[in-house]
């Protein structure tokens, strides 16, 4: 087992599996555009219609430039990502917190190292910036050594992920307030990281990423135990817990925030903390780039939050292959 090398994450819907270097299978997407995706990477910006070998083809362009660009999933693996990459992405707002001392420290995942605590905000950012919903991974020993050198601890030895048992390292380690990351499809994580909170008496931001692709279930999982929701290209997270959020930041690709801990957790991330601070959570509020109401700063980058029934949906959303999925509110 010491000398496997296989890592699984999920991209653009598809499930991409990496093996030295190289990526070695690419199921059938169910996408046909993204967003997000044609705003980072231009393979993406040029894919008519339901072409899903072309958009195969731009996965795997994307996978290989960020290995042969940043050494993902190798031991020339670089934690140089400082500066905000994705206006909402959940790197950058753990980035924030801690270096606003908003969280004590942070549960996250990284290739070739599985679940991984750290208290250094550059770190989450380099680990985090670029790094796509990752399902497996098996020890790299260049990226363990450069984590481990850098601060950071590696929760179990063979690059398992196990959010659970990072946050109760955490936990073990003295920290009282924590944020973790739970991807979509370990939704049932979160109930067992809300016992230990309770248990121990420390505060843990749940923030649930991936959402692409999940049911339901897993989705009211999400909806009962997490703080803030990241929408992906999940129209049932739009229709299932868009309604009951406090805020929604972006209307391409929401993320939710659900309580009051989340909304905490979001001053962090703005210049304009007051304004967050003072929202009525009775209510709900958008954040988005279209200039109605107060401004602020998520991030550094404009925006403007104003009161709204949520959720708001955009003209520019995920689309399907199949378009009866994305069937609007």
């Known amino acids: 087992m010491d000398n ?3 890592h699984v994450l999920k991209y653009f819907s598809s499930f991409v599996s990496v093996s030295r270097g190289k990526v070695i299978n690419i199921t059938e997407p169910t996408l046909a555009s993204c967003p997000l995706a044609e705003y980072l990477y231009s393979d993406f910006q040029s894919i008519a219609g339901n072409d899903k070998e072309a958009v195969k083809g731009a996965i795997k362009n994307t996978i290989e430039s960020k290995i042969k660009d940043y050494g993902f999933f190798t031991d020339d693996r670089k934690f140089s990502f400082e500066d905000v990459s994705i206006p909402y992405g959940a790197s950058e707002m753990i980035s ?8 004590d420290a942070a549960v996250i995942v ?3 190292a599985g679940t991984v605590l750290t208290d250094k905000a550059n770190m989450v950012q380099g680990i985090g910036a670029r790094m796509n919903s990752l399902l497996l991974t098996s020890p790299i020993k260049g990226i363990i050594r450069n984590l481990q050198a850098s601060g950071c601890c590696i929760v179990v030895k063979n690059a398992l992920i196990d959010q ?3 946050v109760e390292e955490a936990i073990k380690k003295g920290y009282k307030t924590i944020v973790v990351t739970v991807c979509g499809h370990s939704a049932e994580d979160l109930e067992a990281i809300r016992s230990l909170e309770k248990r121990y008496g420390v505060s843990i931001v749940c923030l649930a990423v991936c959402t692409t692709g999940i049911d339901r279930d897993k989705i ?7 703080d803030l929701v990241w929408s992906c290209a999940s129209f049932d997270i739009r229709r299932m817990i868009g309604p009951m959020a406090i805020l929604q930041l972006s209307r391409q690709i929401p993320v939710f925030v659900l309580t009051k801990k989340g909304i905490d957790f979001v001053l962090a991330y703005t210049r304009e903390e007051g304004i967050i601070k003072n929202l009525n959570i009775q209510r709900q509020y958008l954040v988005s780039n279209e200039p109605v109401g107060q401004l602020v700063h998520p991030g550094g980058f404009k925006a403007y939050i104003v009161k709204s029934d949520l959720p708001v949906n955009s003209r520019k959303e995920p689309v399907f292959q199949d ?7």
């Open 4 to 6: 496997r090398d296989i």
């Open 96 to 103: 924030f917190a801690l270096r606003k001392k908003a969280v």
């Open 110 to 112: 990284c290739e070739g």
């Open 164 to 166: 659970v048992r990072g």
């Open 220 to 226: 009211n999982m999400i909806r009962n135990y997490s």
């Open 323 to 329: 378009k009866s999925e994305c069937v609007a509110l």
